[in-house]
């Protein structure tokens, strides 16, 4: 079949006057083809159909369409490694062009001018919801995600709270796997980081302050009802439960925030779209703050909690309890979040419901 243009041009010489084979010997194309496009010109308009071939897709198809249906994922690139271990041997293309149709149409957005900051200028950082079922039970646990903003380089981690105590914990875990601190951070109006606006002045969450102020890190809040002051990371929670979220399974929290750090490790050191640069290798531009020492560190990863009048005290919802002697009714008492207890010894976990509730919480000491 040849082009429309070619059929006008054999139109246009034939109403010249030129014959059939000086038309042929002109394009360069067979005197049959001429002679067919003369007496039957509507063949241009003719579609020809493809024959439909066999896809390497075809054996999948099924799984890939539960998982859209049931697991709501949508991103081929999340779908593909898995494809791959059940054996699929085609690209990445071919996944795409059967899960388009499939997809929900976009709506529409107002365009936004990207803020670009310099090296080492600011952190990002918010908490999404990530919600699943543990034996038809719906469960749901919190996301901590934060972005170097420069380097892209990315840190999340899943815990059962979002109260200022984790979020503190948290940022002290991101700061530690990037290595250093930056000037500033940036994150949402939440309660356990900003109480309210003062005539316009900020008064901040006094645990939360405490910390930006002894690291040396200035804290920032976006303007209200608008998240695209902190695009960064809104990008990034957004990619989490598309990437990473979906058809995830785990035991505990501590095996979830493995593969977490192990998809991080993966994300760190892929080009990134927008920079074209690995994160991992954009990290060494930045000119981070060390991280301070010892007790000045370690000291906002402790916590008090109230010892009941019956020698019992709550953490993370499981009720703990404490040997008779000392006495230490109604004493508060502090606990570390990072993997030393500054309990007495022989504190014991309280059997009963509160006990069955608490997946993965073996000891008073546990990473949340």
């Known amino acids: 079949m040849i082009r429309s243009r070619t059929v006008n041009k054999i139109h246009e010489l034939a109403v010249q006057g030129k014959s059939i084979q000086d038309i042929a010997i002109t394009l360069g194309i067979a005197r049959n083809t001429v002679r067919k496009y003369l007496r039957h010109p509507e063949l241009v308009a003719m579609p020809h159909p493809r024959p439909n071939r066999r896809s ?60 670009e900051t310099k090296p080492g200028e600011q952190v990002q950082f918010d908490w999404g919801e990530f919600k699943y079922e543990d034996n038809g039970v719906a469960c749901k646990l919190y996301g901590f995600s934060a972005i170097l903003c420069y380097s892209r380089m990315r840190f999340v981690s899943f815990v059962k709270r979002c109260d200022v105590q984790t979020l503190i914990r948290c940022l002290m875990e991101a700061f530690e796997y990037f290595g250093g601190l930056p000037k500033a951070a940036l994150t949402d109006r939440m309660k356990s980081v900003l109480l309210e606006m003062e005539e316009k002045q900020p008064r901040w969450n006094a645990r939360f302050a405490d910390f930006m102020a002894s690291i040396g890190v200035a804290p920032r809040v976006c303007k209200a009802y608008t998240p695209q002051t902190k695009g960064k990371i809104e990008r990034t929670i957004g990619f989490v439960k598309k990437n990473f979220w979906p058809g995830v399974s785990f035991t505990d929290i501590e095996d979830l925030n493995r593969q977490a750090a192990s998809w991080c490790e993966r994300i760190n050191s892929r080009v990134h779209g927008t920079t074209h640069e690995r994160p991992s290798q954009r990290r060494e531009q930045e000119p981070l703050a060390p991280l301070p020492q010892a007790f000045a560190w370690e000291r906002f990863a402790t916590e008090e909690r109230k010892v009941g009048w019956d020698g019992y005290f709550s953490y993370d919802g499981v009720l703990y309890g404490l040997p008779s002697s000392p006495p230490l009714c109604r004493a508060p008492r502090p606990i570390s979040q990072r993997g030393s207890s500054c309990l007495p010894p022989g504190a014991k976990r309280s059997p009963g419901p509160f006990a069955a509730r608490a997946r993965g919480a073996d000891a008073f000491a546990q990473r949340v």
Not at 67 to 74: G, K, S
Not at 86 to 113: E, N, Q, T
Request: with cysteine; glycine share 6%; charged share 20%.
């Open 56 to 115: 390497k897709l075809d054996p999948f198809k099924e799984q890939v369409r539960r998982w859209i249906t049931q697991d709501h994922c949508y991103n081929c690139e999340a779908m593909l490694p898995r494809l791959l271990e059940m054996g699929y041997s085609g690209s990445l293309s071919v996944l795409k062009a059967f899960v388009h149709p499939l997809r929900s149409p976009a709506g529409g957005c107002a365009p936004v001018i990207r803020y």
